[in-house]
């Protein structure tokens, strides 16, 4: 059993920047595929960016040039960079894993929706205000 772990939320002002981690209990993580993913109140889960295997990475249009995501195997840990926050970018970030299928084709074009992951952390609460 994968067990997911998000931490790094917290209250920023307009502007600022926030990293996100989001480490994991399994043996190794290196097989699978790590997706963020995001829900304000009142509305759908947003997936905003995930990363392969392989390293493949996508980022949905409205964070594209702000959010960087990143994986350090050896810590069994994936990071989102958050720069340039905005206050629609509040909301609880969650992050996801789901075994990376062969060939790697995962994050190339597109976030995998919720229901194509396994695993789920409990959540994040970023708030961007001034």
């Known amino acids: 059993q994968l067990q997911l772990v998000e931490s790094g939320g917290g209250l920023v002002q307009p502007g600022g920047s926030l990293r996100l981690s989001c480490a994991a209990s399994?043996?190794?993580?290196?097989?699978?595929?790590i997706g963020w993913f995001r829900q304000a109140p009142g509305k759908e889960r947003e997936g905003v960016s995930c990363?392969?295997?392989?390293?493949?990475?996508y980022y949905t249009d409205s964070v594209k040039g702000r959010f960087s995501i990143s994986r350090d195997n050896a810590k069994k840990t994936v990071y989102l960079q958050m720069s340039s926050l905005k206050p629609e970018d509040t909301a609880v970030y969650y992050c996801?894993?789901?075994?990376?299928?062969?060939?790697?084709?995962?994050?190339?074009?597109?976030?995998?929706?919720?229901?194509?992951?396994?695993?789920w952390g409990q959540g994040t609460q970023v708030t961007v205000s001034s």
């Open positions: 996801a894993a789901r075994p990376t299928g062969w060939p790697d084709k995962d994050c190339s074009s597109y976030v995998p929706g919720p229901n194509e992951y396994d695993y």
């Open positions: 399994a043996i190794t993580l290196d097989y699978y595929t």
């Open positions: 990363i392969s295997k392989l390293g493949n990475t």
